[in-house]
T-cell receptor, first 109, second 112 residues
Framework: RKEVEQDPGPFNVPEGATVAFNCTYS??????FFWYRQDCRKEPKLLMS???SGNEDGRFTAQLNRASQYISLLIRDSKLSDSATYLC??????????FGAGTQVVVTP | NAGVMQNPRHLVRRRGQEARLRCSPM?????VYWYRQLPEEGLKFMVY????????ESGMPKERFSAEFPKEGPSILRIQQVVRGDSAAYFC??????????FGDGTRLSIL
């Protein structure tokens, strides 16, 4: 079993629609979590940290479920510029981040 | 305010040669990390360094790979006697505290 698993997609989303996807992690001792986005295998860019209480940043909402060991990302009112690969990232401690392989989102006009 | 700077952006080497990848962290950042991304795969942690110290190298292959972050100058990831399987994108990240980490543009290494 991979340490961080994501549905590779692609999720094809009409512009303006809502899309949500999850990521599961295997290490119950994981401390913190992040969502990054990566465009065309360029450098990953931090989208948001994921807090236990859940958090929102504009059109993006992240949730953490420690009991079931998954985190989620929801994108509302999708824009064409949201097309990217979204990377689920788990902090393994001591600076070591574990990346999922990514979920591809394609927003269509 | 420059971000994480990596060079070269693209590097081509023949099998058996050495590859040296450089990373200058963001100003004020003392933590540097190297990751490798193979085609169609996610990023894999390689090594975590602070100035003059290797903190965690659990992701580094046991042979041919080494990393340093000297007191002055950029961090260097060095791959000796490269093989075809070393072809990948190598990303460097830096941070002020261990998190969050900010990434450079990466070096695409191609082995002929």
């Amino acid at each position: 079993r991979k340490e961080v698993e994501q549905d590779p997609g692609p999720f094809n989303v009409p512009e303006g629609a809502t899309v949500a996807f999850n990521c599961t992690y295997s290490n119950s001792a994981s401390q913190s979590f992040f969502w990054y986005r990566q465009d065309c295998r360029k450098e990953p860019k931090l989208l948001m940290s994921v807090y236990s209480s859940g958090n929102e940043d504009g059109r993006f909402t992240a949730q953490l479920n420690r009991a079931s060991q998954y985190i989620s990302l929801l994108i509302r009112d999708s824009k064409l510029s949201d097309s990217a690969t979204y990377l689920c990232v788990v902090n393994q401690g001591r600076g070591k981040l574990q990346f999922g392989a990514g979920t591809q989102v394609v927003v269509t006009p | 305010n420059a971000g994480v700077m990596q060079n070269p952006r693209h590097l081509v080497r023949r099998r058996g040669q050495e590859a040296r990848l450089r990373c200058s962290p963001m100003k004020g950042h003392s933590h540097v990390y190297w990751y490798r991304q193979l085609p169609e795969e996610g990023l894999k942690f390689m090594v975590y360094l602070q100035k003059e110290n290797i903190i965690d190298e659990s992701g580094m292959p046991k042979e041919r790979f080494s990393a340093e972050f000297p007191k002055e100058g950029p961090s260097i990831l060095r791959i000796q006697q490269v093989v075809r399987g070393d072809s990948a994108a190598y990303f460097c990240a830096s941070s002020q505290e261990p998190y969050p980490q900010h990434f450079g543009d990466g070096t695409r290494l191609s082995i002929l």
